[in-house]
Protein backbone atom coordinates (compact mmCIF):
# COMPACT_ATOMS: atom_id res chain seq x y z
CA UNK A 1 0.00 0.00 0.00
CA UNK A 2 0.92 3.61 -1.09
CA UNK A 3 -0.91 5.08 1.47
CA UNK A 4 -1.32 9.57 1.30
CA UNK A 5 -3.28 11.01 3.86
CA UNK A 6 -5.43 13.59 1.89
CA UNK A 7 -7.17 16.62 3.73
CA UNK A 8 -9.35 18.53 1.09
CA UNK A 9 -9.90 22.10 2.82
CA UNK A 10 -13.52 23.09 1.88
CA UNK A 11 -13.23 27.26 2.62
CA UNK A 12 -16.23 29.34 3.50
CA UNK A 13 -16.68 32.43 1.57
CA UNK A 14 -14.42 35.12 1.19
CA UNK A 15 -15.73 38.63 0.91
CA UNK A 16 -14.91 41.41 -1.22
CA UNK A 17 -13.44 43.38 0.92
CA UNK A 18 -11.46 40.71 2.98
CA UNK A 19 -7.87 41.22 2.87
CA UNK A 20 -5.30 38.03 2.24
CA UNK A 21 -4.49 38.12 6.17
CA UNK A 22 -7.65 37.17 7.43
CA UNK A 23 -7.98 34.49 4.57
CA UNK A 24 -4.06 33.21 5.81
CA UNK A 25 -5.25 32.81 9.48
CA UNK A 26 -8.05 30.90 8.39
CA UNK A 27 -5.69 28.33 6.02
CA UNK A 28 -3.45 27.94 8.60
CA UNK A 29 -6.13 27.03 11.00
CA UNK A 30 -7.01 24.63 8.72
CA UNK A 31 -3.69 23.18 8.27
CA UNK A 32 -3.22 22.78 11.99
CA UNK A 33 -6.37 20.76 12.17
CA UNK A 34 -5.05 18.42 8.97
CA UNK A 35 -1.42 17.94 10.73
CA UNK A 36 -3.37 17.29 13.98
CA UNK A 37 -5.37 14.61 11.88
CA UNK A 38 -2.27 12.96 10.61
CA UNK A 39 -2.67 14.59 6.82
CA UNK A 40 0.45 13.83 4.64
CA UNK A 41 -1.14 16.49 1.68
CA UNK A 42 -3.73 19.90 2.24
CA UNK A 43 -5.68 20.83 -0.67
CA UNK A 44 -7.54 24.08 -0.80
CA UNK A 45 -9.54 25.36 -3.42
CA UNK A 46 -9.43 27.59 -6.60
CA UNK A 47 -8.86 31.24 -5.87
CA UNK A 48 -8.45 30.35 -2.47
CA UNK A 49 -6.96 33.31 -1.53
CA UNK A 50 -9.74 35.86 -2.80
CA UNK A 51 -13.30 36.44 -3.13
CA UNK A 52 -14.31 34.74 -6.88
CA UNK A 53 -13.84 38.20 -8.01
CA UNK A 54 -14.87 37.67 -11.90
CA UNK A 55 -18.13 37.68 -10.89
CA UNK A 56 -17.09 41.88 -10.39
CA UNK A 57 -17.44 43.59 -13.82
CA UNK A 58 -14.56 46.40 -14.00
CA UNK A 59 -14.24 48.41 -17.51
CA UNK A 60 -10.81 48.70 -17.07
CA UNK A 61 -9.33 45.33 -16.69
CA UNK A 62 -6.24 46.40 -14.87
CA UNK A 63 -8.38 47.39 -12.24
CA UNK A 64 -8.43 43.97 -11.18
CA UNK A 65 -4.62 43.31 -10.76
CA UNK A 66 -5.31 44.21 -7.27
CA UNK A 67 -6.68 40.57 -6.87
CA UNK A 68 -3.58 38.95 -8.78
CA UNK A 69 -0.27 37.26 -7.02
CA UNK A 70 2.71 38.73 -8.46
CA UNK A 71 5.22 36.10 -7.32
CA UNK A 72 4.56 32.95 -5.36
CA UNK A 73 5.36 32.61 -2.10
CA UNK A 74 5.04 36.10 -1.92
CA UNK A 75 4.80 38.05 2.15
CA UNK A 76 1.19 37.71 2.22
CA UNK A 77 1.09 33.26 1.74
CA UNK A 78 4.53 32.94 3.36
CA UNK A 79 3.58 31.76 6.68
CA UNK A 80 1.56 29.13 4.65
CA UNK A 81 4.68 27.79 3.14
CA UNK A 82 6.21 27.80 6.64
CA UNK A 83 3.84 26.41 8.59
CA UNK A 84 3.52 23.62 5.89
CA UNK A 85 6.95 22.87 6.17
CA UNK A 86 7.34 22.80 9.60
CA UNK A 87 3.91 20.40 9.25
CA UNK A 88 5.77 18.66 6.57
CA UNK A 89 2.52 18.50 4.73
CA UNK A 90 2.19 19.12 0.79
CA UNK A 91 0.11 21.78 -0.28
CA UNK A 92 -1.95 22.98 -3.37
CA UNK A 93 -4.17 25.64 -3.81
CA UNK A 94 -5.66 28.28 -6.66
CA UNK A 95 -4.70 31.78 -7.40
CA UNK A 96 -4.84 34.62 -9.74
CA UNK A 97 -1.38 34.67 -11.28
CA UNK A 98 0.08 37.81 -12.85
CA UNK A 99 2.96 36.93 -14.61
CA UNK A 100 6.44 39.41 -14.80
CA UNK A 101 5.51 39.98 -18.57
CA UNK A 102 1.67 41.30 -17.59
CA UNK A 103 -0.05 37.71 -18.67
CA UNK A 104 -2.76 36.76 -16.15
CA UNK A 105 -3.81 33.20 -15.35
CA UNK A 106 -5.99 31.19 -13.01
CA UNK A 107 -3.30 28.97 -11.71
CA UNK A 108 -2.78 26.34 -8.78
CA UNK A 109 0.69 25.08 -7.31
CA UNK A 110 1.71 21.95 -5.71
CA UNK A 111 4.45 21.97 -3.10
CA UNK A 112 6.51 18.89 -1.86
CA UNK A 113 6.88 18.28 2.42
CA UNK A 114 9.42 21.11 2.00
CA UNK A 115 7.01 23.84 0.98
CA UNK A 116 9.19 24.02 -2.39
CA UNK A 117 6.46 24.20 -5.16
CA UNK A 118 7.20 21.68 -7.64
CA UNK A 119 4.40 21.47 -9.93
CA UNK A 120 2.26 24.62 -11.32
CA UNK A 121 -0.87 24.19 -13.37
CA UNK A 122 -2.88 27.25 -15.49
CA UNK A 123 -6.60 26.78 -15.70
CA UNK A 124 -6.76 25.69 -19.63
CA UNK A 125 -11.09 25.80 -19.27
CA UNK A 126 -11.95 29.03 -18.78
CA UNK A 127 -15.92 29.69 -18.40
CA UNK A 128 -18.06 32.78 -18.96
CA UNK A 129 -18.06 35.38 -20.89
CA UNK A 130 -15.39 38.60 -21.75
CA UNK A 131 -17.84 41.49 -21.69
CA UNK A 132 -20.43 42.58 -19.32
CA UNK A 133 -23.69 40.63 -20.03
CA UNK A 134 -27.12 42.02 -19.02
CA UNK A 135 -29.13 38.49 -19.16
CA UNK A 136 -27.25 37.29 -16.78
CA UNK A 137 -28.44 37.00 -13.01
CA UNK A 138 -24.95 37.64 -12.49
CA UNK A 139 -21.74 37.69 -14.00
CA UNK A 140 -18.49 35.17 -15.23
CA UNK A 141 -16.09 37.06 -16.51
CA UNK A 142 -13.30 34.74 -16.46
CA UNK A 143 -12.70 34.89 -19.80
CA UNK A 144 -12.03 39.10 -19.49
CA UNK A 145 -9.33 38.42 -16.64
CA UNK A 146 -7.55 35.29 -17.71
CA UNK A 147 -5.67 33.92 -20.42
CA UNK A 148 -6.13 30.19 -21.08
CA UNK A 149 -3.41 27.98 -19.36
CA UNK A 150 0.06 27.67 -21.22
CA UNK A 151 1.36 24.60 -19.29
CA UNK A 152 -0.70 21.57 -20.61
CA UNK A 153 -1.63 19.14 -17.87
CA UNK A 154 1.65 17.68 -16.70
CA UNK A 155 1.92 15.59 -13.90
CA UNK A 156 4.12 15.26 -11.08
CA UNK A 157 5.61 12.41 -8.91
CA UNK A 158 5.32 13.56 -5.21
CA UNK A 159 4.59 12.32 -2.04
CA UNK A 160 5.42 8.74 -3.75
CA UNK A 161 2.81 9.41 -6.05
CA UNK A 162 2.02 10.66 -9.43
CA UNK A 163 -0.48 14.04 -9.25
CA UNK A 164 -2.28 16.40 -11.41
CA UNK A 165 -4.04 19.11 -10.89
CA UNK A 166 -6.80 21.18 -12.42
CA UNK A 167 -9.38 24.28 -12.15
CA UNK A 168 -12.89 24.12 -11.47
CA UNK A 169 -14.52 23.45 -15.20
CA UNK A 170 -11.78 21.49 -16.23
CA UNK A 171 -13.24 19.08 -13.97
CA UNK A 172 -16.41 18.95 -16.60
CA UNK A 173 -14.09 18.01 -19.67
CA UNK A 174 -13.23 14.29 -19.95
CA UNK A 175 -10.17 15.00 -21.97
CA UNK A 176 -8.77 17.10 -18.38
CA UNK A 177 -8.35 13.32 -16.99
CA UNK A 178 -7.47 11.50 -19.68
CA UNK A 179 -4.50 13.44 -20.76
CA UNK A 180 -3.11 13.20 -17.50
CA UNK A 181 -4.44 9.47 -17.45
CA UNK A 182 -2.33 8.73 -20.19
CA UNK A 183 0.82 9.78 -18.11
CA UNK A 184 -0.26 7.68 -15.08
CA UNK A 185 -1.96 10.11 -12.98
CA UNK A 186 -3.03 8.85 -9.49
CA UNK A 187 -4.42 11.76 -8.00
CA UNK A 188 -5.87 14.88 -9.32
CA UNK A 189 -6.34 17.45 -6.81
CA UNK A 190 -9.10 20.08 -7.71
CA UNK A 191 -10.24 23.27 -6.51
CA UNK A 192 -13.42 25.16 -7.33
CA UNK A 193 -15.69 28.09 -7.43
CA UNK A 194 -19.25 26.81 -8.46
CA UNK A 195 -22.18 29.89 -8.19
CA UNK A 196 -25.15 27.78 -6.23
CA UNK A 197 -27.71 29.05 -9.52
CA UNK A 198 -27.03 28.84 -13.15
CA UNK A 199 -26.78 33.10 -14.29
CA UNK A 200 -28.45 31.53 -17.71
CA UNK A 201 -31.33 28.98 -16.88
CA UNK A 202 -33.53 30.23 -13.69
CA UNK A 203 -34.72 26.70 -12.48
CA UNK A 204 -31.03 24.72 -11.77
CA UNK A 205 -30.22 25.19 -8.58
CA UNK A 206 -27.74 24.14 -5.99
CA UNK A 207 -29.14 20.37 -5.68
CA UNK A 208 -28.06 20.17 -9.57
CA UNK A 209 -25.05 21.72 -9.03
CA UNK A 210 -23.97 19.71 -6.62
CA UNK A 211 -25.02 16.26 -8.77
CA UNK A 212 -22.99 17.80 -11.72
CA UNK A 213 -20.29 18.65 -9.31
CA UNK A 214 -20.31 14.84 -8.09
CA UNK A 215 -20.69 12.69 -11.90
CA UNK A 216 -17.55 14.88 -13.12
CA UNK A 217 -15.19 13.89 -10.63
CA UNK A 218 -16.75 10.48 -9.89
CA UNK A 219 -16.74 9.53 -13.89
CA UNK A 220 -13.24 11.03 -14.05
CA UNK A 221 -11.74 8.93 -11.75
CA UNK A 222 -13.47 6.12 -12.28
CA UNK A 223 -12.63 6.29 -16.25
CA UNK A 224 -8.91 7.08 -15.39
CA UNK A 225 -8.50 5.02 -12.19
CA UNK A 226 -6.91 7.70 -10.14
CA UNK A 227 -7.72 9.03 -6.82
CA UNK A 228 -9.87 12.83 -7.21
CA UNK A 229 -9.80 15.25 -4.23
CA UNK A 230 -12.71 18.39 -5.47
CA UNK A 231 -12.41 21.27 -3.19
CA UNK A 232 -14.52 24.17 -2.83
CA UNK A 233 -14.91 27.36 -2.15
CA UNK A 234 -18.18 27.40 -0.77
CA UNK A 235 -21.33 29.88 0.56
CA UNK A 236 -22.45 33.91 0.45
CA UNK A 237 -19.78 35.89 -0.91
CA UNK A 238 -21.58 39.00 -0.66
CA UNK A 239 -24.81 37.95 -1.48
CA UNK A 240 -23.49 35.48 -4.35
CA UNK A 241 -23.74 31.79 -2.93
CA UNK A 242 -21.10 29.43 -4.12
CA UNK A 243 -21.84 25.16 -4.20
CA UNK A 244 -20.16 23.26 -0.89
CA UNK A 245 -19.84 19.87 -1.76
CA UNK A 246 -15.94 19.25 -1.54
CA UNK A 247 -15.58 15.30 -2.05
CA UNK A 248 -12.67 12.88 -1.98
CA UNK A 249 -13.53 9.90 -4.83
CA UNK A 250 -11.63 6.53 -5.30
CA UNK A 251 -10.74 5.13 -8.27
CA UNK A 252 -13.61 2.95 -8.63
CA UNK A 253 -15.68 6.51 -9.05
CA UNK A 254 -17.22 6.10 -5.28
CA UNK A 255 -17.45 9.04 -3.02
CA UNK A 256 -15.28 8.21 0.10
CA UNK A 257 -16.17 11.47 1.55
CA UNK A 258 -18.14 14.47 1.34
CA UNK A 259 -18.31 18.03 2.81
CA UNK A 260 -22.10 18.90 5.03
CA UNK A 261 -21.46 22.64 5.35
CA UNK A 262 -20.66 25.69 3.16
CA UNK A 263 -18.07 26.40 5.22
CA UNK A 264 -14.52 26.12 6.47
CA UNK A 265 -14.32 22.27 6.56
CA UNK A 266 -11.66 19.48 6.68
CA UNK A 267 -12.02 16.07 4.84
CA UNK A 268 -9.30 13.62 5.50
CA UNK A 269 -9.18 10.41 4.10
CA UNK A 270 -6.37 7.58 3.55
CA UNK A 271 -5.97 7.18 0.02
CA UNK A 272 -4.11 3.75 -1.28
CA UNK A 273 -2.44 4.80 -4.25
CA UNK A 274 -2.18 1.02 -4.69
CA UNK A 275 -5.65 1.24 -5.28
CA UNK A 276 -5.26 2.57 -8.70
CA UNK A 277 -3.43 -0.28 -10.38
CA UNK A 278 -6.36 -2.76 -10.78
CA UNK A 279 -8.76 -0.02 -13.16
CA UNK A 280 -5.36 0.49 -14.47
CA UNK A 281 -4.51 -2.98 -15.60
CA UNK A 282 -7.56 -4.43 -16.54
CA UNK A 283 -10.13 -2.67 -18.16
CA UNK A 284 -8.79 0.87 -18.27
CA UNK A 285 -5.72 -0.50 -19.52
CA UNK A 286 -5.33 2.49 -22.46
CA UNK A 287 -2.30 0.50 -23.99
CA UNK A 288 -4.28 -2.66 -24.63
CA UNK A 289 -8.11 -1.08 -25.10
CA UNK A 290 -7.67 2.41 -26.52
CA UNK A 291 -8.92 2.57 -30.11
CA UNK A 292 -6.98 6.35 -31.06
CA UNK A 293 -7.84 5.68 -34.87
CA UNK A 294 -11.20 6.54 -34.32
CA UNK A 295 -10.72 9.83 -32.05
CA UNK A 296 -8.75 11.95 -34.76
CA UNK A 297 -12.10 14.36 -34.30
CA UNK A 298 -11.62 15.05 -30.77
CA UNK A 299 -8.98 17.23 -31.73
CA UNK A 300 -9.19 18.07 -35.11
CA UNK A 301 -12.73 20.43 -33.88
N1 LIG B 1 -14.83 28.76 -11.43
C1 LIG B 1 -15.47 28.09 -12.38
O1 LIG B 1 -14.88 27.62 -13.33
N2 LIG B 1 -16.81 27.96 -12.26
C2 LIG B 1 -17.62 27.33 -13.24
C3 LIG B 1 -18.96 27.94 -13.31
C4 LIG B 1 -19.62 27.59 -14.57
S1 LIG B 1 -20.85 28.70 -15.03
C5 LIG B 1 -20.03 29.91 -15.92
C6 LIG B 1 -17.77 25.82 -13.06
O2 LIG B 1 -17.62 25.10 -14.03
O3 LIG B 1 -18.07 25.38 -11.95
Redesign the pocket.
Known sequence: MRMINVAAAQMGPIQRAEGRDVVVRRMLALMDEAKAKGADLIVYP??ALTT?F?RWYMENRADADGWFEREMPNDAVRPLFDRAARHEIAMSFGYAELTPDGHHF?TAILTDRTGNIVGKYR?I????HAEFDPERTHQ?L?KRYFEPGDLGFPVWRNLGGIMGMA??????WPETYRVMGLQGVEMVLIG????SV??QKGDEGPEK?LFH?RLSAQAGAYQNSCWVIAVAKAGDEDGHRLIGGSIIVNPDGEIVTEAKTEDDELLVHPCDLDATAFGKETIFNFAAHRRTEHYGLITSR
Do not use: M
Open positions: ELFPNKHLPGHEVCNDRRYNTPNARN
